[in-house]
């Protein structure tokens, strides 16, 4: 059975750090694009950073720049997303998601979120004090 299992979600202060861990089972994630997405309360889910097969390159959007950051290990079959500096306004749950082959890495490169084939169920994540 495919599957993504994300956590290191938790309660945070505002201007504190997590760690959200990516882990896959079932498949190997060395062909994939990884995408790491969030829905706040309220709101329509958004991508917010991916990154390569190879890890190579990555993409982050604005709001999070300079804050958050991803990364593999193809070793442990995991991605991570270190954030940094949350703020209140970062409160939602994350997902991660798998894309596999060539044109995915190319739409993560550009900033293109859509299409991702496997998604794990979430961590929720809540900024405040």
């Known amino acids: 059975q495919l599957q993504l299992v994300e956590s290191g979600g938790g309660l945070v202060q505002p201007g504190g750090s997590l760690r959200l861990s990516c882990a896959a089972s079932?498949?190997?994630?060395?062909?994939?694009?990884i995408g790491w997405f969030r829905q706040a309360p309220g709101k329509e889910r958004e991508g917010v950073s991916c990154i390569t097969s190879s890890g190579s390159s990555t993409n982050v959007i604005d709001s999070v720049k300079g804050r958050f950051t991803i990364s593999r290990d193809n070793a442990k079959n995991t991605v991570y997303l270190q954030m940094n500096s949350l703020k209140p306004e970062d409160t939602a749950v994350y997902y991660c998601?798998?894309?596999?082959?060539?044109?995915?890495?190319?739409?993560?490169?550009?900033?293109?979120?859509?299409?991702?084939?496997?998604w794990g169920k979430g961590t929720l994540v809540t900024v405040s004090s």
């Open positions: 079932g498949f190997t994630l060395d062909y994939y694009a």
């Open positions: 998601a798998a894309a596999r082959g060539y044109h995915s890495d190319m739409k993560c490169t550009q900033g293109d979120y859509d299409g991702m084939d496997y």
